[in-house]
């Protein structure tokens, strides 16, 4: 079966300082894996995915995640934080590498972002 | 494009009736998934309509229904509501092979 897990339920950061969200992995496949932000009280918005191609992939807003298959990672990292990324986001895994349209969701990493 | 629509966006039912959200997704998209997230158990996947047909179904109970309409808009039903099924309901649609795209969703509250 597979699975996502992320490590961190908060992070809180400065503005201008790094992001990193950390998410691990389990999958029987070669994954298809994605990162999703949630604002309050609006629905998900890809930020970006990964489907076996490239192993960094870029996304929107400055966001990038790098799929390590020997950690069986794929944390989302973003050089400087914005004010506007406060959000949840969630690290999500395909069933079946994408055959099907069954989403795996983690439990979601609140980020906090300070002035 | 317009992207996913759902209908209403906020819902306050009680326990015993039941209740149907709707979603509209991209045009040109014929697969519709929904899902549904609780502070507790997070995001969980209810089913999954492509042509009219359920194609995968989550791991919830018979109370929970729905339908794929020959438009490729979806309705999805909870009968007999329970306070557990307060909620917000998300609805996605794609492109066979792509990305999920997300509409807002609908918020449930049952008193």
């Known amino acids: 079966a597979q699975s996502v897990t992320q490590l961190d339920s908060h992070v809180s950061v400065s503005e201008g300082t790094p992001v990193l969200l950390r998410c691990n992995y389990s999958?029987?496949?070669?994954?298809?894996l994605f990162w999703y932000v949630q604002h309050p009280n609006k629905g998900l918005q890809l930020l970006l995915k990964?489907?076996?191609?490239?192993?960094l992939v870029k996304g929107i807003n400055g966001f990038e995640a790098e799929f390590k298959k020997s950690e069986t990672s794929f944390h989302l990292t973003k050089p400087s934080a914005h004010m506007s990324d406060a959000a949840e986001y969630f690290c999500v895994v395909s069933e079946n590498g994408g055959a099907t349209n069954k989403l795996i969701f983690g439990t979601g990493t609140l980020l906090a972002v300070q002035p | 494009k317009a992207g996913v629509t759902q209908t209403p966006r906020y819902l306050i039912k009680t326990r015993g009736q039941q209740v149907t959200l709707s979603c509209s997704p991209i045009s040109g998209h014929r697969s519709v998934s929904w899902y549904q997230q609780t502070p507790g158990q997070g995001l969980q996947f209810l089913f999954e309509?492509?042509?009219?047909?359920?194609?995968n179904k989550g791991n919830f109970p018979g109370r929970f229904s729905g339908r794929q309409f020959s438009n490729s808009r979806s309705e999805m039903n909870v009968s007999t509501l329970e306070l557990g099924d307060s909620a917000l309901y998300l609805c996605?649609?794609?492109?066979?092979?792509?990305?999920?795209?997300f509409g807002p969703g609908t918020r449930l509250l049952v008193l």
């Open positions: 999958s029987s496949y070669s994954p298809s």
């Open positions: 309509y492509f042509s009219e047909t359920q194609r």
């Open positions: 990964y489907t076996s191609a490239a192993t």
């Open positions: 996605a649609s794609k492109v066979s092979g792509e990305t999920q795209y």
